[in-house]
């Protein structure tokens, strides 16, 4: 007889056979250019740490001291008796640093989306969303339970026919897109979005994770890249990738986050950020204030990367931003190029379907500001070993 939990066997084998099982490696180091994993010293190149804040001794430092004076926990969800003076300051910081007049927090990007899509749509409402939005964007928009109409990826020419089609079909509208497509790299063409969507009644939002302290003056985000200032109704960030902790931020029009405070269910339902990750953001956004240094690092080191991959006869896609995919095709080979990049001392994840779509696996480099050229050097001379050895390049 067959147990009720026997599938998952089934299908966890379909996995191994097919290249697609997510083997996951243990870290016994911090998150910096280099990694120890499995007692080997390893070139990192799989961090969403874009400036290298993850380890950055002012924002340990800070987590520490808030530590010392708050404690570890909030205590309860932030209705009840969780919001500190510490949130507060955050998010005053956060909205100041953007450019925005308010924002609001929550315990990953992740939720900032699962609370604010539902919040603002619902039943007789309809989502315009780019086809390749995140995950985390999808699962809200399917909470909201309003009518998911996809438009072709970065296709503001898709965007207007579906809007012109279906828009007064409904009562509220929103268009949502991502910021920086985290698998190519690409970024949303956010000025032509909002020039199609100002002809309609429709909120716009972009969820702009790893363009936050990535695009923009000083790494303001997508909004500051275009000059969008006040045109872009609702921003969500994290705060996990280039700033280098955790947790997740909504800014924007005061009204929608004064909605959020008493609608955004993960922020009513759900306990806040910890007093130590809160503090070493505040942190964060003061090194981003203070200097464009990091950020204009991150972005010499891709240019450097991208322009030598290139030389060597590597494919890198499209992107457009510091993350680099290394196209490859199909999954087993990207396992196989990521296991022998691994062996040259250089940690480079694959990644397959369902992540990407089927034929499109590769491997993702992410560059940091972390990285020295002779880090990047090093990871070079390890992905002309491979390709050559798997007949990659020639
Ligand atoms: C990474 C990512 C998220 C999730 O952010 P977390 O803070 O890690 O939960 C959400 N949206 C997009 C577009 C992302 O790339």
Not at 104 to 121: D, K, R, Y
Not at 238 to 246: M, N, Q, R
Request: some cysteine; hydrophobic content about 45%; aromatic content about 8%.
């Amino acid at each position: 007889m067959t147990k009720p939990l026997d599938w998952i066997e089934t299908e966890l084998q379909a996995l191994r056979d097919t290249g697609l099982y997510n083997q996951i490696r243990i870290l016994e180091s911090p998150q910096g250019a280099w990694l120890v994993v499995d007692g080997e010293k390893v070139l990192n190149f799989c961090a969403n740490n874009y400036l290298g804040l993850a380890n950055h001794p002012r924002l340990v430092e800070a987590a520490k001291k808030a530590a010392d004076k708050y404690g570890v926990g909030p205590g309860a969800v932030r209705t009840i008796a969780g919001t500190m003076d510490l949130h507060l300051e955050l998010e005053k910081r956060l909205a100041a640093f953007k450019k925005v007049e308010n924002a609001i927090t929550f315990q990953s990007g992740f939720s900032a989306n699962l609370a604010t899509i539902p919040a603002l749509v619902g039943k007789e409402d309809v989502i315009f969303s780019d086809r390749l939005n995140h995950a985390s964007i999808i699962d809200g928009c399917r909470l909201a339970k309003a009518k998911i109409i996809p438009y072709d990826h970065c296709s503001p020419a898709s965007l207007k026919r579906s809007l012109d089609e279906f828009r007064a079909d409904f009562r509220r509208a929103l268009v949502v897109t991502d910021g920086v497509f985290s698998m190519d790299g690409d970024i949303a063409p956010l000025d032509e979005i909002y020039e199609v969507t100002r002809d309609y009644d429709v909120i716009l939002m972009v969820d702009d994770a790893h363009g936050e302290g990535v695009l923009g003056e000083g790494g303001r985000g997508i909004v500051d890249h275009f000059k969008l200032h006040g045109k872009v109704d609702v921003e969500v960030g994290t705060l996990s990738k280039a700033f280098g902790v955790v947790g997740g931020v909504v800014a924007g029009h005061p009204l929608v986050v004064e909605w959020l405070y008493q609608r955004g269910r993960p922020f009513l339902f759900s306990s806040a950020m910890t007093i130590p990750d809160v503090a070493a953001c505040i942190e964060a956004v003061k090194i981003l204030e203070s200097s464009t240094e990091l950020v204009d690092r991150l972005w010499e080191n891709a240019a450097y990367f991208k322009g030598e991959m290139k030389t060597l006869g590597f494919d890198t896609g499209k992107s457009a931003t510091p993350i680099t995919p290394v196209m490859l095709g199909e999954a087993p080979l990207a396992q196989k190029f990521s296991r022998k990049l691994f062996e040259e001392g250089v940690f480079a994840m694959s990644i397959g379907f369902p992540t990407v779509p089927q034929g499109e696996a590769r491997i993702r480099v992410m560059i940091s500001a972390a990285h020295s050229k002779e880090d990047l050097d090093q990871g070079l001379a390890a992905f002309e070993k491979v390709g050559r050895d798997l007949e990659v390049i020639g």
